[in-house]
């Protein structure tokens, strides 16, 4: 079991350079545990392409179908208190956004505040150099 946030979850979605590497590493564990704000999250991005580039709609369409699949089957940490207290702290010692912020909490919780015993998956180098810190192995790349 991994936790993967939205940037790691997309090369899942629609075809880009990390999509074999996000591939490998599902087919090796299929199990994913993802916050509850990630689905609006890759919705958001997969939006944003859509919109750059309104010829994408339809692979942006079968992204939303795999997101709506992919949800139906992860583990989902839901929007808690503790959640929230964890980003504020994580704000204030690590140079991350809310988003990732309340990612890096869910994953957390997730691991029952023990990082070390739950690999996160994610692509964004900010959220890396965050939870390396706070403790969480890190999924090659």
Do not use: K, N
């Amino acid at each position: 079991m991994r936790f993967w946030d939205c940037s790691a979850l997309l090369p899942l979605l629609v075809a880009e350079r990390a999509t074999s590497w996000a591939r490998s590493l599902l087919r090796r564990d299929p199990e994913i545990v993802a916050w509850w704000g990630t689905e609006v999250e890759c919705v958001s991005a997969l939006s944003r392409v859509e919109r750059e580039d309104p010829r994408s709609a339809p692979a942006v369409r079968e992204a939303l179908t795999r997101l709506d699949r992919m949800r139906d089957t992860w583990y989902e940490v839901q929007p808690l208190a503790a959640v929230r207290e964890i980003a504020r702290r994580l704000l204030r010692v690590h140079p991350l956004r809310g988003g990732d912020a309340t990612q890096l909490a869910a994953a957390i919780v997730a691991a029952e505040d023990r990082p070390a015993t739950l690999e996160l998956v994610t692509l964004d180098l900010r959220m890396r150099e965050a939870a390396a810190r706070e403790g969480f192995p890190l999924a090659p790349r």
